[in-house]
């Protein structure tokens, strides 16, 4: 179900859209949000008990300080890239949805690590510590990538794509997937999508341009030592490489 102007007014007991300061559609049913690009003065929405899977028309609701997701059908946590960007955002309920998953404490983290401004998660008060505990315990989240969508607006590709693969071995792969908070990779899809593509279409450079994303983020994480090591190892793989950036003969990379 779509979020319509006649709903809004209704709920917001407003004559016109742009007005609206407080939002009530709980338990509405709603899965396209799109409307919500036209509420820049909006700052309480509850949304709770919907099917809601995408947060990206959220991220024009620059005054936006409380926001109630609870029970929708995030997926990802990669969506909470799209509130990055809303400064007053301070109350976030995000529990019982699929992308909280089963470890209590590593999905506080990474929300906290996300969002490090937010004062309430989940109807639980954010203390200094647990923000402090947040940046070296939290996952790093990727933004999703923009895709095409359709008529609602509302649906962007997912950002847990086997596109994003760094071309190194199954279990380097997988540690970094890890950490991006990503589900690790069987043997099998590995395999199929360990070597870089270029179909000729612009594919190969739109994957390498994710990798390289992928792999700036996490050297932010990394101390001196880590550093010299990608250093070293960047420098090794460049020996191997020639001009056009293709392995030299007897130096094809391992699948």
């Known amino acids: 179900m779509k979020l319509t102007r006649k709903l809004v007014l209704s709920r917001a007991k407003a004559s016109e859209i742009e007005s609206v300061r407080k939002l009530n559609c709980w338990g509405s049913r709603l899965s396209d949000i799109a409307l919500c690009r036209e509420m820049p003065n909006i700052e309480v929405i509850t949304l709770s008990v919907n099917q809601i899977a995408s947060l990206q028309p959220l991220s024009q609701c620059q005054n936006l300080t409380e926001l109630y997701l609870r029970k929708n059908n995030i997926q990802s946590m990669h969506e909470l890239c799209h509130l990055q960007g809303l400064p007053c955002l301070r109350v976030l309920w995000l529990a019982e949805n699929p992308c909280c998953g089963p470890d209590p404490r590593k999905y506080r983290m990474t929300v906290l690590r996300a969002l490090p401004s937010l004062q309430k998660l989940d109807n639980q008060t954010v203390t200094e510590e647990e923000l402090a505990q947040a940046k070296e315990e939290g996952g790093l989240l990727l933004p999703p990538p923009s895709a095409s969508t359709g008529n609602d607006g509302c649906h962007p590709a997912p950002a847990d794509t086997d596109s994003d693969l760094l071309s190194f071995s199954m279990e380097e792969t997988n540690k970094i997937r890890e950490q991006l908070g990503m589900k690790p990779l069987s043997r099998n899809k590995f395999s ?28 932010q994480e990394l101390d001196r030592d880590g550093l010299q090591a990608v250093h070293q190892t960047a420098g090794d793989m460049l020996k191997v490489l020639q001009p056009n950036g293709l392995p030299e003969e007897g130096h094809e990379e391992e699948a």
């Open 192 to 219: 199929s999508f360990s070597s870089p593509r270029e179909t000729g279409d612009g594919t190969w450079k739109k994957e390498g341009d994710n990798i390289l994303s992928a792999i700036l983020l996490l050297l």
